[in-house]
């Protein structure tokens, strides 16, 4: 039986057209776009284009240009993990959580998967004219509990309200200072092929919450926030296996905006099977009502780690001794080639390019 | 997920993989063309192609209602939406649809209010919620979305809302599958026919294919082992000098199609004489709009749209690639001034345009995909 | 003529009975089911959604009949694969 499966490469006008593409997507960065759109926000191919060519552009330095989830910083001898972040969520409150924790595990998160103990966070309040205080405090609240219970404190913060209309409700900004314990190195650039990929939990959980909380849909669902602090799960990791290269916290984009930054950060392919990625029901009915990728969805729970090959079963016990990692995967391996690219083993046993989105996943119709 | 997962089987696949290369002669070129945008995007999610012998190529047909919106009609969307008090709501993949100036979400960065719904329900309920505002809702779609616009404009009538209109694009799919049948590029072998349009519409409007044209269709549906095993039908009437129309979708298409969808059609629109699809010019009778008698929901009768004709950008090939007589990598700005950031056409906007899911699912060269995923 | 997904009706509203709320792999969902007036849907019953509308009802026995043919052919190649296995010329 010949299948395509045999068949000789592509016709040259095919390759030409290809090698083209290829060209292209390494260029320089240039947004087109005169005003920004939501899809700059939404953590695809506008918003990495927007990253390289405006800010990376003027701010370019050696700290900055990795991009990771958190600076790496050595000062007189310490040394330090910085980051940042802001949350615009809406709603502000939605099933297993609210903007609050959110915040401070999204802040933690990101110092944690570089590798650093989270230490102490700022908080920045940008609120709207007329947002109840009653809100206000039982978000604080919850910031109080989730620093408590991943042991960081709020040193210093912020207050500035703004016209009624702006804002949303509430804005919250972070940053986040750990000290980075972690003796190795990590960063994607460390990834090679032969690695492991791995992921913590059931993916897009954050993401389809957030999306049905909104009431647009009228859906219901079973479905509660993945938000936690995931610090301890990734020490344990860090502790138990030494052949971690990197982690990213799978937050807006979901796991596949993650595979791709790494993909072409470390010039390797990134080879999954949708088959073993953990996805939960409802997230999977919801998904496919909308006709939406879970891959694509944000999760704010879940960390994707890049392994040496020979350490992923270990990886994968690590994980999993954590609650919050019970049902954390392998779910693919890093090749050679084509470099630059996440492909997919799909369910079905064929295999597909899975790419950065332009912006958000947009639910369909057709 | 029942009646989804079962149909997902690779060992399955693979059989029905051997039978269809099993009724393949030896040396012929086979050609078949799926007309709805959702099984393309099946096709390239899944990987399909794999599954297929070289001699069969499948061609993309425009059966993306997204993608033949001709520009001209995103501008006067665009229009309707400037206008004050106007909220207008749209289906999420309409969103990055570019008109001459831009797309709904550019327009929105310029201060216009157009939010995506997933139904035209929610749009009325937007426009229950919210008195001062003037909803309009773009219809979209074929004849399998027009009965819920139909039915959308029977409620809101029979509930007195007055703040409600419809921007009504909704095309049909039969003028579309003649002019490909008619246009002297295309031999094609046979049809891999819209699955759920034939919910509404029945089998038994694509009897002139068979007849009149002597080529076989095959309703199908949307999960992979639907598809393919709707190839093997098809090879299988090649082979016995059949053709005929066959409903392998049997499980949700009804052979008569949906009465009550088809009256609420007819209720509240009509055919216009002629509507122009991107790529392909103009068809007549290929469209609906609203009748005289629901007039007050008509927001092109409301808001007097410019309906100016944009020409597509001279660069852009869509009606070729739509008509299958281009595969996408032949369009000459295909991957360069044409990518999924920077759409010219249509064919690359829409997730089911033939060069979207080229572009991000099948672009890079199947062997070494292969080898890659092997290994 | 695209995004339709298969649910299960859990039950008809009954204040609105042009309305049922769907279940789709644990997600629900009020859907019109307006267009099946004809079909008489009751809980249990298995629809076809598009955009918040009841397209179709879903014909069990066809889906049975469907799956059938598929397992049958699943079968052949797998009788014949262990055929071409188990054969011996010489």
């Not at chain 1, 990253?51 to 552009?57: P, T």
């Not at chain 1, 999306?211 to 993945?226: F, K, N, T």
């Not at chain 2, 921007?167 to 072998?189: E, G, M, Q, V, Y």
């Amino acid at each position: 039986m010949s299948t395509r499966q045999e068949v000789a490469a592509p016709s040259e006008k095919e390759q030409q057209v290809l090698d083209r593409i290829e060209r292209a997507r390494r260029r320089r960065a240039k947004v087109k776009e005169e005003r920004i759109t939501l899809a700059h926000g939404s953590g695809g191919n506008a918003t990495q284009t927007l990253i390289d060519a405006i800010f990376l552009e003027s701010f370019r330095n050696p700290l900055l240009e990795p991009l990771e989830d958190a600076a790496e910083l050595t000062i007189a001898g310490a040394r330090l993990a910085l980051t940042t972040d802001s949350f615009v969520v809406s709603p502000l409150f939605f099933p297993g959580g609210n903007i609050g924790d959110l915040a401070v595990n999204g802040t933690v998160n990101d110092l944690a998967v570089s590798g650093a103990r989270p230490l102490y966070l700022t908080a920045g309040f940008i609120l709207e004219e007329g947002f109840p205080v009653a809100d206000l405090t039982t978000i604080v609240d919850s910031m109080r509990a989730a620093a408590d219970a991943a042991g960081v404190s709020i040193v210093t913060g912020d207050t500035k309200v703004v016209q009624r209309g702006k804002a949303d409700g509430c804005y919250i900004n972070t940053a986040g200072v750990g000290l980075r314990e972690h003796p190795g190195r990590l960063g994607v650039a460390t990834v090679r092929p032969g690695d492991a990929v791995l992921v913590s939990g059931p993916i897009g959980e954050h993401g389809v919450t957030v999306m049905l909380a909104r009431g647009e849909l009228d859906i219901e669902a079973d479905l509660v926030s993945d938000t936690a602090p995931v610090h301890e799960l990734v020490a344990g990791l860090l502790g138990t296996v030494p052949g971690v290269r990197a982690m990213r916290d799978a937050t807006r984009g979901g796991v596949a905006t993650i595979l791709n930054e790494v993909a072409r950060a470390a010039e390797v392919a990134v080879v999954v099977d949708e088959s073993a990625v953990p996805v939960g029901t409802e997230v999977r009915g919801a998904s496919e009502l909308l006709g939406i990728d879970p891959l694509y969805v944000a999760c704010e729970g879940r960390i994707v780690a890049f392994v040496d090959g020979s350490c992923a079963d270990d990886a994968l016990a690590a994980m999993r001794r954590h609650p919050l990692g019970e049902r954390a995967a392998i779910i693919g391996r890093v090749k050679e080639d084509p470099p630059g690219l996440v492909l997919l083993n799909t369910v079905f046993g064929g295999t597909r390019i899975c790419d950065l989105l332009v912006g958000d996943p947009l639910p369909r119709i057709c | 997920m029942r009646f989804v997962d079962e149909f997902r089987d690779a060992d399955k696949a693979r059989a029905l993989s051997a039978k269809i290369t099993s009724l393949c002669e030896p040396g012929r070129e086979y050609k078949f063309m799926e007309v709805c945008g959702g099984h393309t995007h099946t096709i390239y999610k899944h990987g399909l192609e794999d599954y297929l012998p070289e001699n069969i190529t499948l061609i993309h047909g425009p059966g993306c209602p997204v993608c033949v919106i001709p520009m001209g009609r995103i501008d006067d969307a665009i229009h309707i939406a400037r206008r004050p008090g106007v909220l207008m709501t749209s289906f999420g993949d309409m969103m990055r649809v570019p008109g001459s100036g831009g797309n709904f979400f550019d327009s929105n960065a310029e201060g216009t209010n157009i939010r995506m719904v997933y139904s035209p329900l929610d749009s009325l309920k937007i426009a229950r919620q919210n008195p001062d505002q003037q909803v309009v809702f773009m219809a979209i779609g074929f004849e399998t979305t027009a009965p819920s616009t139909a039915m959308t404009v029977l409620r809101a009538a029979k509930e007195g809302i007055e703040n409600f209109s419809v921007f009504c694009n909704h095309i049909t799919i039969i003028p579309a599958i003649k002019a490909i049948l008619d246009s002297p590029d295309l031999r094609l072998d046979g049809f891999i026919g819209p699955g759920h349009v034939s919910t509404v519409i029945g089998c038994r409007p694509y009897e002139f294919i068979a007849s009149d044209y002597g080529k076989p269709i095959v309703v199908a549906g949307f999960e992979p082992l639907d598809i393919l095993q709707s190839i093997y039908m098809l090879m299988l009437q090649l082979k016995e000098g059949r053709s005929e129309v066959e409903n392998q979708y049997s499980r949700v298409v009804p052979w008569e199609g949906n009465l009550t969808a088809l009256r609420a059609i007819a209720e509240v629109m009509e055919l216009r004489p002629y509507f122009e699809w991107r790529g392909l010019g103009f068809i007549s009778h290929s469209a609906l709009r609203m009748r005289d008698k629901y007039a007050k929901y008509d927001a092109e009768l409301h808001y007097e749209v410019p309906g100016v004709r944009v020409a597509d950008p001279k660069a852009c090939q869509c009606g070729e690639v739509l008509k299958g007589v281009l595969k996408p990598w032949e369009c000459k700005v295909f991957g360069t001034a044409c990518t999924p950031e920077t759409p010219i056409g249509t064919c690359m906007v829409s997730p089911e345009g033939a060069c979207a899911a080229y572009y991000n699912f099948g672009r890079f060269t199947r062997t070494r995909v292969r080898e890659a995923s092997i290994s | 003529m695209c995004l339709g997904i298969p649910g299960e009706v859990i039950e008809i509203l009954t204040d609105r009975p042009d309305l049922a709320r769907v279940d789709v792999s644990g997600v629900k969902r009020a859907i019109n089911i307006g267009l099946l007036v004809e079909e008489g849907i009751k809980p249990g019953d298995w629809v076809l959604i598009h955009v918040g509308f009841a397209l179709s009802k879903i014909d069990e026995a066809e889906a049975k009949a469907a799956m059938d043919f598929l397992e049958g052919i699943g079968k052949a190649y797998e009788d014949e694969l262990a055929a071409l296995r188990d054969s011996q010329i010489v």
